[in-house]
């Protein structure tokens, strides 16, 4: 389960503060994604400081009730490599690059 | 940051990502910079009117700078673009110096200048897989594709994917405007970038720029549009698209991509002397935010300008506001709209309901441009769009000592 392990931001990934929370982009394989809500953020960025990624989410303020659903979500992030396990040694990915759904 | 922080104050957090979008980011997502106005090639419709370089060209210093600031605002990358922006002499420096200041860069050429040699170096460490590189081709055949870029232009477009992918570089884009003319090579255009491991980039043809001049001969036919959204629909995930399509939600499912007009929002243009533009296909004073060298810098602009407020505060939609494909159309692009005369608040000028063919046909004043650096004088390189002379010529019999090779034909 997620929530007991030790998760930090990919190292190819640079968060950007925005209004509605931030956009995350990954140098490698070239992916934009949205963190749709100020929470979401701050637990992503935080998730390196906490020993699990539960105690980064109580140190965001996000609810119990909340925790499984935000699990979803980090689980999706890690799918993209915008999140990964600590002490992962994977290699730095280089997936197909896509234009992020932006409009040029 | 404080600039987001109020922002968000005023905001609903919790609507649609299209909803935040139209309220605008703290910075452009997908930001247009083109490098110069000069160009080696004349493309009858391109959307900047290229040709000349503009003497106030930003310098390689000033260009510099506006990375340093790019990188400070966390632009993660820029379409580099122009006129042709590899003439540039410092143009592959600048490239090497967005790299390296955490700025990826997607460019767009007409090849001209892709030589084996510098194929390699894009495909070299040194750009770190942080450059893509996009050729211009509006045919998928000599015949058709130099009809509106030009003479020769076809095979510089394929010579230089040809070395792009020697080099070992993969997934270049071969980029599209969709037309009147093109529309039945899809999958000419597909079997040529698998020829060369590229991936197909179809855009659509804007009224901005030269393109104001030939969109009525050049755009697709309704008929047509109905072609390419099926073509989209069935093959969509491997082509990539933008926002150009999201006009033609409106035959049923939306298309992937951008669902929005994003000018001013996420979407925004630095030209060659600095000024910055709500969207590249919006060059005209009436969407002109400031200038980078004048107005405190891009953020400052961004962040601060009149227009971009405007564009960022609730839209009417008019007459679309009724239409049943409202949520995905959303009335079209702006700029499609401003240069061909029509209101901004009405359906796009190639709306699928028909509701544009009929403004079109009502009054309407066409805006002139506000700036041209189109060549003053033809060029060898001028495309000669012969096909499009329909009805009797209006030029001179032909003198007996006229040297050029195509003095006297009609098509
Ligand atoms: S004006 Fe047209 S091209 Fe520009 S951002 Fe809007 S929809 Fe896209
Ligand atoms: S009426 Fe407006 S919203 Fe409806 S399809 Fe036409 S352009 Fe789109």
Same mark, same amino acid.
């Given at each position: ?34 963190l ?15 020993? *699990? ?18 699990? *979803? ?7 993209? *490599? ?15 690059? *896509? ?6 | ?10 905001? %609903?957090?919790?609507?649609s990502?299209v909803e ?10 997908c ?28 310098? $390689? ?7 340093? =600031? ?22 592959w420096?600048?490239l ?24 390699r ?41 040809? %070395?792009l992918?020697?080099?070992?570089? $993969? ?24 020829r ?20 009525? =001969? ?5 008929e ?41 929002? &996420? ?5 060659? &002397? ?35 407020t ?41 709306? &699928?309901?028909?509701?544009? =063919?009929?403004?079109? $046909? ?13 060549k003053?004088?033809?060029?060898? %390189?001028?495309?000669?769009?012969l ?25």
């Amino acid at each position: 389960m997620i929530l007991d392990e030790a998760w930090s931001l990919s190292p190819s990934v640079a968060l950007r503060p925005e209004p509605f929370g931030a956009l995350a982009y990954h140098f490698g394989n070239r992916r934009l994604t949205f963190l749709k809500r100020p929470e979401m953020a701050a637990v992503v960025r935080c998730l390196a400081e906490h020993p *699990d990624v539960r105690t980064a989410l109580v140190a965001a303020g996000v609810p119990e009730s909340q925790h499984a659903a935000y699990a *979803d979500a980090l689980a999706g992030l890690a799918r993209t *490599d915008m999140i990964r396990p600590r002490g992962s040694t994977r290699p730095e990915g280089m997936p197909r690059p *896509d234009d992020a759904g932006a409009a040029r | 940051m404080t600039m987001t922080a109020e922002r968000a104050a005023g905001r %609903n957090r919790t609507g649609s990502l299209v909803e935040q979008f139209e309220l605008g980011l703290a910075a452009p997502i997908c930001l247009t910079w083109e490098l110069t106005y000069a160009c080696n090639l004349e493309c009858a419709h391109c959307l900047s009117s290229s040709g000349r370089r503009d003497p106030r060209e930003l310098t $390689t210093e000033q260009c510099e700078s506006v990375i340093d =600031e790019l990188q400070r605002m966390q632009v993660f990358y820029v379409n580099i673009g122009g006129g042709e922006p590899t003439i540039r002499a410092d143009f592959w420096h600048l490239l090497e110096y967005a790299v390296a200041h955490q700025v990826g860069v997607k460019f767009s050429t007409n090849g001209v200048r892709l030589s084996p040699e510098r194929a390699r170096f894009l495909a070299s460490p040194a750009c770190g897989g942080y450059v893509d590189v996009q050729v211009s081709l509006d045919g998928a055949t000599a015949e058709v594709n130099d009809h509106v870029r030009g003479p020769g232009s076809f095979d510089t477009a394929l010579t230089a994917l040809g %070395n792009l992918a020697e080099a070992g570089f $993969t997934d270049a884009k071969i980029s599209v405007v969709c037309t009147r003319q093109n529309i039945g090579q899809l999958d000419e255009f597909a079997a040529l970038a698998d020829r060369f491991g590229a991936t197909l980039r179809l855009t659509r043809l804007r009224p901005s720029g030269r393109g104001a001049d030939v969109w009525d =001969e050049l755009h697709p036919l309704p008929e047509q549009q109905r072609v390419l959204y099926d073509w989209l629909m069935a093959h969509g995930e491997k082509v990539l698209t933008g926002d150009s399509f999201f006009h033609l939600a409106a035959f049923g499912e939306p298309l992937p991509g951008l669902n929005l007009c994003g000018a001013g929002r &996420v979407v925004c243009l630095i030209d060659p &002397v600095g000024d910055v533009y709500a969207c590249p296909f919006a060059i005209h004073d009436s969407f002109l935010a400031g200038n980078l060298l004048t107005d405190g810098g891009f953020a400052q602009v961004w962040r601060t300008s009149e227009l971009f407020t405007e564009l960022r505060s609730p839209q009417t939609g008019g007459a679309c506001t009724r239409c049943g494909f409202f949520d995905s159309c959303r009335g079209g692009c702006m700029a499609a709209k401003f240069f061909t005369g029509l209101p901004l608040d009405g359906p796009d000028p190639e709306c &699928v309901r028909g509701f544009g =063919e009929t403004a079109l $046909t009502g009054t309407r004043v066409i805006p002139t441009a506000s700036q041209d650096h189109s060549k003053p004088k033809a060029t060898r %390189n001028q495309p000669v769009m012969l096909q499009l002379l329909d009805g009797p010529p209006t030029a001179p019999p032909v003198s007996a000592c006229a040297e050029s090779p195509l003095a006297g034909f009609r098509p």
